[in-house]
């Protein structure tokens, strides 16, 4: 499984981003898909998982009414809408995949992209 993110950027305070997940390769069992951020200092968390065949989505706390995670399986794209910036979203972020046969923000996740760098100024 490969995971390309794109669409990360500067971005001034209160503006938006969308980054896009190109996913290539087969997941077993299911294809559940979310998107982590790590800021400097900082662990790596999970902000966002979707399962489409399912339309289950969950967020954590500090991005829910502003990010939206979303699948494109005709295209093989996860996309992650995030509006209303704010400058401590400031991180990378990662696309992420697990196989596992569950969907939600805990630990299990097996697959990771090279990230892609959001700055919130």
């Known amino acids: 499984v490969q995971l390309v993110e794109s669409g990360g950027g500067t971005v001034q305070s209160g503006g938006s981003l969308r980054l896009s997940c190109l996913v290539s390769g087969y997941l077993y069992g299911g294809n559940c898909m979310g998107w982590f951020r790590q800021a400097p200092g900082q662990e790596r968390e999970i902000v966002a998982a979707?399962?489409?065949?399912?339309?289950?989505?969950h967020y954590v706390d500090s991005v829910k009414g502003r990010f939206t995670i979303s699948q494109d399986n005709v295209n093989n794209t996860v996309y992650l809408q995030m509006n209303s910036l704010k400058p401590e979203d400031t991180a990378i972020y990662y696309c992420?995949?697990?196989?596992?046969?569950?969907?939600?923000?805990?630990?299990?996740?097996?697959?990771r992209g090279q990230g892609t760098q959001v700055t919130v100024s």
């Open positions: 992420a995949a697990r196989d596992d046969g569950s969907c939600s923000l805990n630990p299990g996740w097996t697959y």
């Open positions: 979707t399962y489409a065949a399912l339309n289950r989505t």
